[in-house]
């Protein structure tokens, strides 16, 4: 069924590839080059010949590409990719295929691979971090004016504005990734593979549409323009094994952009099949082109033809069989600061306990509760606390929030916002007559004393007071204060885990020292 019109180009000289030459101010939804591979021409002959259980969970591993700017700004933010990828195996359940990350995530700042205008560009990029036996994903600013795309030979693009805790472009691609294709497929050009015959969907639909099937190989050697013919699917499904995707479970479907579906889960645009029969597209599938609000499934047909497709083309992918056990679905407990607590700006500690199964802590740490933008920091860690590795603004709010995770388990939820105060809040000591105080332990746990010592000039009389961080009095007492050593322990019976402060006044004035309580 195909043709070959030979077309002569150097490799760099291609100024046209697939339809990731979108324009910018169009985004196409995806740039993946339409095209059965052999693979899924031989499966669909006979899929009862393939192994397709769904009775056991297969992990596939990712290899997570952030790329920025040449300067190391514009990543991808650390918080959206923990929820795209909740999001993806959330699209992946019933398909029982799960998704991990392997290795650590890969961070490329250079700027032409953050926007670039070609597939070509972005499959050097992909040639040269590629990293064996995952699917790797690339998260970039602009992928060639697409939403995405798979390249069979490469891996994957993703525009990180169409990457949210809400959209299925990345569970798309990697559909694509394992074998299936758009249910319309053929009609990625219209008519004609260059979209240079036009079409009234009242018309019925031609027997045949062509499209550009070049791009969907092994290589990346450019050298022959190759058009397929595809089969147009009618209504009555007696063609459906052998035109468009091949799959009997996905209904017909022609429209090939953007479309948002109405209350019925349908494309609002009615076509006709070439025996005239009127149809509308169905919202529900993730391999088409309905707004992300609309999408919802994968097809049992589709899944099985995706997990053949792992067992007999990508057992390279299979190698780790054995998931870490899920993230608690309880939040983090926040240990210090509590809300509204001061805290030393330039040495800014932040603890929470624990969390079951989790490896990983990504800590955010913004002067906006809204977290947005490149006013927050973040900070992805493998232990429960962390001290900042820069001062923060003195005398200003600053809110923080942590959400656990591991390779596998991705959707724990994070803390509520927790706001403190930065302060000056080192230890000073006003009171010329006393020296050598200190604090025993700084770090105590809650019911056990601490000891105050100092040395004293002469006997004085002081007021000992224990404030919170909040700044809020909790205690006052009387100290009569001797010539030389001098020792008075402070109780912590009933405090909560914080940061406290002891205060010794008297009329020359103050010596303060700090202690925390976990």
Known sequence: MARSVLIFAFFLGISQLLQAQAPRAEINPCGTPPGKSEWLKKYQQNPQAHFRSVDTTLYVPLTIHLVGQDNGSGYFSQAQLLDVLCRLNSDYEEANIQFFIEGDINYLPNSAWNDHETVLEGAEMMFLNNVEHTINTYFVSNPAGNCGYNLPYAGIAMRKGCAGASDHTWAHEIGHNLSVQHPFLGWEGGVSYDGSVGHNFSDPAPLTVTYDYTYFKDTLIIDTLIIDTALVELVD??????????????????IAQRWNCNIDGESPQEQTDPTGAKFRSDGSLIMGYANDACQSR?????????????????????????PLPPVSSNPVTIVFPQEDELVQFDNIYLEWEPLENATHYLVQVS???????????????TTNSITLPEALTIDRNYYWRVR???????????????????????????????????????????????????????????QLKLLAATGQLLRNQQLAVQTGSNQF????????????FAWVENEEGRALERFVIR
């Open 404 to 462: 656990g995770y591991n390779s596998h388990s991705f959707c724990n939820p994070e803390t509520a916002n927790m706001r403190f105060r930065t302060a000056q809040l080192s230890a000073v000591n006003n009171i010329a007559s006393i020296t050598a105080i200190r604090l025993m332990p700084s770090l105590t746990s809650p019911g056990q004393s601490v000891l105050l010592e100092f040395e004293s000039k002469k006997t004085f009389s002081a």
């Open 489 to 500: 322990s402070i109780g912590t019976d009933g405090l909560a885990p914080g940061m406290y």
């Open 367 to 381: 002067p906006v509760p809204s977290f947005t933008g490149s006013l927050a920091t973040n900070y992805i860690i």
């Open 237 to 254: 499904g007696s063609n459906c094994q052998v035109a468009a995707d091949g799959f009997c479970d996905t209904s017909p479907d022609y």
């Open 298 to 322: 994968f097809t049992p047909e589709q899944i099985a033809a995706m997990r053949a497709n792992l067992y007999e083309e990508k057992a390279d992918y299979l190698y780790n069989q054995t």
